[in-house]
């Protein structure tokens, strides 16, 4: 006989929220990992003591790190969820009845009391504290990398980079449009590079029209994540144009904040081909000490001769003397005499010349497969050549391979970003807009690191 499924009237229920949620369940790591009245702190000053209470600030953090945790993309969408799913419910501090505020609450917080309060980045830098502290990071080496986020900007409602000036912005009006004026001496942003892009989004001014690999071109944001390689917890974050000298000026404030915030700083850093041109190699071997495991960007070497004569990598390079030394043993220089001018003799930026005697090399028994045709032999130099040969040298041990290997942690976390996260455009415009919600994604990624990583049911499991 078939059965048929009773809905039985009852007027009082014994039901216990917390029990319903399992002992495993990903949020009840999490929770465990928010100190609500840490974050009830930082934001207090920013509220006055009269008029009427607000929404709960941590209720709004809270139902955030669900949206993000969970993959739920849209706000109207999460205040369902978190409305109708317990285990969000329990996660909230909502009860069975609590009221779940309404979609537009997250827009005035991100807006006002978020932003001014620098909330976001307290969290992440929790995150990370508590990563250092549950011994997650080994501070060792790291990896760093950006990925590009399509923007929320379309094409058709672009116009062409020669028709767009800040005037068009402030006639413009949206908050956006105000971003990216504010952002026109910034590095990350405005002051990136003076080329143009080819069209410009008006309704967001800020987010730069690429492509990648063979994808047809868009408007995006970058992400950029410097991770700790040991497991890959995300040591920071954050949000630039998306173009090669922003990504690379990320990666040094990155490292920068690390060591000042949490007192680390790597022996070594892995990267792509995008961080090795000469001045970051410079930056990262002569004034941090960090062993650069990155590919340099292959330059035309007109040093390398191919017709039987010396090359450059023939002479011997003396550091302490500024000079080259050359296979007949003698010494090629920059300057050979102290000049009255004070103008003359100086240290310049870019490549160097060093040159051998006139007369040394016209009596040399070498010549005629060193410098043939000319008078005296010379060699260049490149800026930064020394930490150019020294990440060169750092190519050829094994710890680089290691490293390589490690490097693909920070890809990883993209994908884990993309596929998992969902955050395959953004829904927010403007440098605020992405620099949230990359900071968001971060958050999410490394409360989950934790959860998985350092579970507290597995405790729980082991003293029953
Ligand atoms: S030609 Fe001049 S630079 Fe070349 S090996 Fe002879 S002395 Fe040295």
């Avoid at 001018?341 to 010549?367: F, I, V």
Wanted: with cysteine; charged share 30%; aromatic share 8%.
């Amino acid at each position: 006989m078939m059965g048929r499924q009773e809905a039985p009237a009852q007027l009082f229920y014994d039901f216990d929220l917390d029990r319903h949620v399992p002992r495993n369940h990903v949020l009840r790591e999490i929770d465990r990992l928010l100190d609500g009245d840490k974050l009830r702190e930082a934001i207090r000053p920013f509220y006055s003591n009269l008029g009427r209470p607000s929404v709960d600030p941590e209720l709004i953090v809270r139902m955030l790190v669900v949206g993000y945790v969970m993959g739920i993309r849209s706000e109207r969408r999460l205040c369902d969820e978190v409305h109708l799913n317990l285990a969000y419910r329990w996660f909230c501090h909502l009860g069975l009845e609590g009221r779940v505020p309404d979609h537009s609450t997250f827009s005035r917080y991100r807006h006002g009391k978020f932003r001014e309060s620098n909330l976001l980045r307290e969290i992440f830098e929790t995150t990370v504290e508590r990563c250092l502290s549950e011994n997650l990071v080994g501070g060792e080496g790291f990896a760093v990398d950006a990925s590009l986020i399509p923007a929320d900007a379309n094409k058709a409602r672009s116009i062409a980079a020669d028709d767009w000036s800040p005037d068009v912005a402030r006639a413009a009006g949206n908050r956006a449009a105000q971003e990216y004026l504010d952002t026109l001496d910034d590095a990350a942003f405005g002051a990136a590079s003076p080329v143009q892009p080819k069209f410009v989004a008006k309704s967001d001014p800020a987010a730069q029209w690429t492509r990648a690999d063979e994808s047809r071109p868009y408007f995006a944001y970058a992400t950029n994540y410097l991770i700790d390689t040991k497991s890959a917890v995300i040591m920071d974050v954050e949000a630039t144009r998306a173009i090669r000298q922003a990504e690379v000026g990320a990666s040094r404030t990155m490292l920068e904040r690390t060591e000042k915030r949490f007192g680390v700083k790597p022996d070594w850093v892995a990267a792509d081909t995008a961080y090795g041109n000469a001045e970051n190699l410079g930056w990262l071997v002569e004034q941090h000490g960090i062993i650069p495991f990155i590919p340099f960007i292959p330059v035309i070497d007109k040093s390398e001769r191919t017709d039987g004569t010396f090359s450059r990598s023939d002479f011997d390079w003396d550091e302490r003397s500024d000079q080259y030394i050359c296979p007949e043993g003698h010494a090629l220089k920059q300057f050979r005499r102290n000049y009255s001018d004070p103008n003359r003799g100086q240290e310049t930026e870019g490549r160097k010349k060093y040159r051998a005697l006139k007369a040394t090399c016209q009596a040399c028994p070498s010549k005629e497969i060193c410098g043939p045709k000319a008078d005296a032999r010379y060699v260049t130099r490149e800026p930064h050549e020394e930490a150019r040969e020294f990440a060169r040298e750092c190519r050829k041990t094994k710890a680089y391979k290691v490293s390589r290997d490690k490097r693909k942690k920070v890809e990883m976390l993209f994908a884990h970003l993309k596929r998992i996260l969902g955050l395959t455009r953004l829904r927010l415009r403007g440098p605020n807009g992405a620099k949230d919600e990359f900071l968001l994604a971060a958050i999410a990624q490394n409360l989950r690191k934790l959860a998985k990583l350092r579970p507290q049911c597995a405790l729980v499991e082991v003293k029953a």
